[in-house]
C-alpha cells in the first residue's frame, strides 16, 4: 500500500513542480504568499530534516559502534564528520553520485548476507519462528493506516525529494524517475525484512556474541550481519549498511542548507547577494545543520521515534500546504 501511494505521490507531484520551473520546494510559497509564509514554513522543514538527519546518524553510529567497537558516541561524531565533509566538498554532485554508487552497494552487499545468514546452524526454520511477524491488532488498525498515510505521502513536501525532481531534464522525467523509484523502494525492502526475521529467528547463545541482544534490537541487522555470515561476507554487508545510511544524510543536510541560502538569505534577507556569497552561506548551513543533527543523534534514546517525529512535521504541517499551493486554483499557480 506505502509503496503505490509513493508511486501515486510522484505521478501528481513530480510533473506539477518540474512544470512550474521551480528551484526549491519553498519557491512557490514566496511568489503566492511572500516572505512571512515561506520563513514560517521553513521552520518544521529544517526541524524535520534534522530529526531526519539525527535518524540516519545514529543508525550509521550504531553500526560503526558494531564494526569497529568504538563508543557510540565516536561513532555518531565520525559518521557526522563524513557526511558534513563530502557534503561540502562536492555539493548536490556528491550527493547525486554517491547515492548511486551507494545504492548499487546496498543492493549486491545486503542479498550476499541473506543465504550466509539463513544457512547459519543458530538459525531457526524462519517459515516456523513467526514471532518477527508480530501481532495484529484490530484496534489499533486506524494507527496503522494513520502511519502508512504519513510515510507514503510525506515525500513530495520534503526537500530532497523535490531537489531530485528539479534536478530532471524533463517533467515527463520527473514523473518516471518517481515512479520507477516507489519499487525501487519496495525492492531493497525485502533485504532488511529478511534480515529481522533472521534475526528473530536465531539463537545467539549459538554464536560468538553468546548474549542475546533482547535490549539492542536497534542493532539486529549489523549483529545478523557480522555474527551470522563469513569474516569476508560481513565486511562486505556492513560496509553497504554504512552505505544505505549515508546515502540520505547528505541529501537531507544539503537539501535544508540549500532551502536556507535560496530563499531565505538570498530571497528575504540579502536579495543583492551573490551566487559566490549564497554558495559559501549553504556550506556554512551544512556545517551548522549537521552539528544540530549530531547534538539530537547524542541526546536521542530513540532511533524510530525521530524517523515518527521527522515524517509528523511534514505530514501535518507541510503536505497540506504543498497540495493547496499546486493544486488549488485560487491559491496556486496554472502549469
Known amino acids: 500500500m506505502g509503496t ?13 513542480l518540474r512544470s512550474a520551473g521551480f528551484t526549491t520546494l ?3 510559497f514566496q511568489q503566492k504568499f511572500g516572505r512571512f509564509m515561506c520563513v514560517l514554513l521553513y521552520i518544521p ?12 546518524l545514529a543508525a ?36 547525486a553520485y554517491t547515492d548511486v554508487l551507494q545504492l548499487i552497494l546496498i543492493f549486491i552487499g545486503l542479498w550476499l548476507c541473506i543465504p550466509f545468514a539463513m544457512t547459519h546452524r543458530a538459525v ?5 519462528d513467526t ?26 513536501a520534503i526537500q530532497p525529494y523535490v531537489q531530485r525532481v528539479l534536478a530532471a531534464r524533463s517533467a515527463r522525467e520527473a514523473r518516471l524517475f518517481s515512479v520507477f523509484g516507489c519499487f525501487g523502494c519496495l525492492l531493497l525492502a525485502a533485504p532488511p525484512v529478511l534480515i529481522g526475521a ?3 529467528s536465531t539463537d545467539w547463545n549459538q554464536t560468538a556474541l553468546r548474549v542475546p541482544p533482547v535490549n539492542d534490537t536497534d542493532k539486529i541487522a549489523p549483529l545478523v550481519i557480522q555474527y551470522l555470515t563469513p569474516t ?55 556545517v551548522i545543520i549537521g552539528a544540530c543533527a549530531a547534538l539530537v543523534a547524542l541526546t536521542s534514546h530513540t532511533i524510530i521515534g525521530l524517523w515518527y517525529l521527522s515524517s509528523e512535521l511534514v505530514y501535518v504541517i507541510l503536505l497540506p500546504q504543498v497540495v493547496c499551493v499546486l493544486f488549488v486554483r485560487a491559491l496556486g499557480f496554472k502549469t
Open 4 to 16: 503505490v501511494l509513493i508511486g501515486l505521490s510522484g505521478v501528481f507531484f513530480a510533473k506539477k
Open 124 to 128: 531457526a526454520s524462519i517459515t516456523a
Open 26 to 28: 519553498f519557491d512557490p
Open 232 to 286: 569476508a561476507v560481513s565486511v562486505v554487508g556492513l560496509g553497504t549498511v554504512s552505505a544505505a545510511v549515508m546515502s540520505s544524510v547528505d541529501s537531507s543536510i544539503l537539501g535544508a542548507a540549500s532551502v536556507f541560502g535560496r530563499n531565505i538569505y538570498q530571497g528575504i534577507l540579502r536579495p543583492k547577494a551573490s551566487e559566490v556569497e549564497v554558495v559559501w552561506l549553504v556550506r556554512f548551513s551544512v
Open 60 to 95: 550509521l553510529g550504531t553500526t560503526l559502534s558494531v564494526i569497529l567497537e568504538l563508543d557510540l558516541r565516536v561513532s555518531i561524531l565520525i559518521s557526522t564528520a563524513v557526511a558534513v565533509l563530502y557534503t561540502l566538498l562536492g555539493g548536490l554532485y556528491s550527493v
Open 198 to 200: 533472521i534475526g528473530a
Open 131 to 156: 514471532s518477527w511477524l508480530g501481532r495484529w491488532d484490530s484496534r489499533l488498525a486506524a494507527v496503522w493506516v494513520d502511519l502508512t498515510l504519513m510515510m507514503a505521502l510525506g515525500s513530495p
Open 45 to 56: 522543514s529544517v526541524l524535520s530534516e534534522i530529526f531526519y538527519s539525527s535518524t540516519i
